[in-house]
Structures are given as C-alpha cells and as structure tokens.
C-alpha cells in the first residue's frame, strides 16, 4: 500500500503578486524537505529568468526563497495530501485539496496564479473558481517528466512577468 503524502505549507507574504501552484512535491522534494529539488526539474531555471535573477538556481535554498519573496512570489500546491506511488502527477489518487480559496483572499497584492502543470491547473481551477482581479495562467509543467523543451516553456512562463510589476497604487490587484 502507498503512503499518503503531504505537502508544504504555502510560502507566501503580503506582498506575494504571483502565487505558483504545483499539484505535490515528487519523491526527491519530499525527502530534501523543499520545493521542487529534483535536480532536473526547470522550476528554479524557468522563475529565475521571469524574475530576471538568471543566478537563481545556483542560490542554497533560503537564498532562493528569500529572492522570490522579494520579487513578490510565492509557492504553494493544489493536492493537501494523497496516495501516489512515484512522483508523476497521473498516479496521485485520493487526494484531498488545499484551501486554496482562503489563501487567495489573504493575499491583498495578488494579480496572477500560474499553475505548474495540467494536474495543477485542472485541480487548482476548480478549487479557485473566477478570483476577481486575479489572472489564472496555465503553464506548462517544469516536471523533467514533461519533455517540452526549456525554450518553448519559457515563452509561456515569461507571461508571468507583466505581474511581477509594482503597482502604482498597492491597495488595488
């Protein structure tokens, strides 16, 4: 039998402008206690150029965190907990969400929620439903299980940018 297994609490602060939403840490993030730690994964290369700190991905992991929250990002999955064999989004079975919803209602800056992958975005839509003032984007996973190459999901992911913005009045999204 497969154990459930159980994601990170959001990192997050009240100056987050664009939320990533993954669906759940694969095995190698579970055992390093971090997101995304496979060593092949793009997440860190794809969020480094979007927010234009190409030396990201050679940053410790504080430092990494540290560099997003500054660039007013944040990271949290769609699936709380779930029985999945592996680390492949198409074995997650019983899962149960995060409350998404609540999360976005305390992010008074947030503009945008890029969702990391189908399984994200499938689950994650659903859970969010319509956010007023916030821009829902579905990316294409940075998972080195999804073979598209670097450069095509770059072009999407550098979507993002246009979010990353100050706003000129902080009280609006």
Avoid: C
């Avoid at 159980?6 to 990192?11: A, D, G, L, V, Y």
């Amino acid at each position: 039998m497969d154990a459930r297994k159980t994601s990170f609490p959001p990192i997050v602060d009240q100056d987050t402008r664009v939320l990533f939403l993954g669906s759940l840490p694969g095995e190698a993030s579970l055992r390093a206690a971090r997101y995304y730690a496979h060593p092949q994964n793009q997440f860190w290369r794809l969020v480094g150029a979007v927010i234009g700190d190409e030396g990201l991905p050679g940053l410790d992991y504080p430092n990494r965190l540290a560099a997003l929250a500054a660039a007013g990002v944040g990271l949290w999955d769609v699936v709380a907990d779930a029985v999945r064999q592996g680390s492949l989004d198409g074995a997650i079975r019983d899962h149960r969400p995060n409350d998404l919803a609540a999360l976005v209602a305390s992010l008074p800056v947030l503009r945008a929620i890029g969702f990391n992958g189908a399984t994200a975005a499938r689950i994650g839509r659903k859970m969010i439903g319509e956010p007023a003032g916030i821009v829902l984007i579905d990316l294409p996973s940075s998972s080195p299980a999804y073979t598209l190459n670097y450069a095509a999901k770059l072009h999407d992911w550098a979507k993002i940018r246009q979010f990353l913005r100050p706003l000129k009045d902080s009280a609006q999204r």
